[in-house]
């Protein structure tokens, strides 16, 4: 479980950027993050972004009596109902003021989208394992990932 300070947002990838941006652009896959400050990143393929999806993801992740930190899209509003402490900022004026803002996950967002960008389209099947690759390389962007994914491939191979 995730907690203290957290960040949640929802990001859209793949398809061209012709027509509308952002929530409600045709042939874009939603995604929802939840970021620890300091900490980790957890992030999840959704149907959609309604008000229910987002509570039930934040929900399983993050620890109630948390600080949560949105932007001012409505379907967060109810996360105050729920047992977190709810700040938002309002994206129209200002990206920070003091400690509440969401840059982290807005990082964490660019960070996956400059890499699966690299691939030059990916299957919409197979987009989840991109992304939660993506997720782990983030969670170990300051360790030497060889040396985990030596480890975790010898586990499956046993003793020879």
């Given amino acids: 479980m995730l907690s203290g300070e957290i960040e949640l947002d ?4 793949g398809g061209k ?3 509308k941006r952002g929530r409600g652009a045709a042939n874009k896959t939603p995604v929802f993050g939840i970021l620890e400050r300091n ?3 957890k992030v999840e393929v959704v149907q959609n972004v309604t008000a229910h999806t987002l509570l ?3 929900v399983k992740v993050v620890r109630r009596g948390s600080i949560v930190y949105t932007d001012h899209y409505s379907g967060y509003d109810s996360l105050m ?3 977190y402490r709810h700040l938002k900022i309002n994206h129209k004026k200002l990206f920070a003021q003091g400690k509440v803002y969401i840059n982290g996950i807005e990082g964490f ?3 996956a989208k400059e890499r699966i960008m690299k691939h030059h389209g990916v299957s ?3 987009f989840p394992l991109y992304l939660k690759e993506m997720e782990f390389r983030y969670n170990h962007r300051n360790e030497d990932i060889f040396p985990l994914l030596a ?3 010898v586990s499956f191979v046993g003793d020879l």
């Fill in 10 to 13: 929802e990001a859209y990838f």
């Fill in 81 to 83: 109902f729920c047992g």
């Fill in 17 to 19: 950027r012709k027509g």
């Fill in 109 to 111: 967002w660019s960070f």
């Fill in 56 to 58: 039930t993801n934040t």
């Fill in 39 to 41: 900490g980790q990143v």
């Fill in 151 to 153: 480890n975790f491939l």
């Fill in 124 to 126: 919409k099947k197979k």
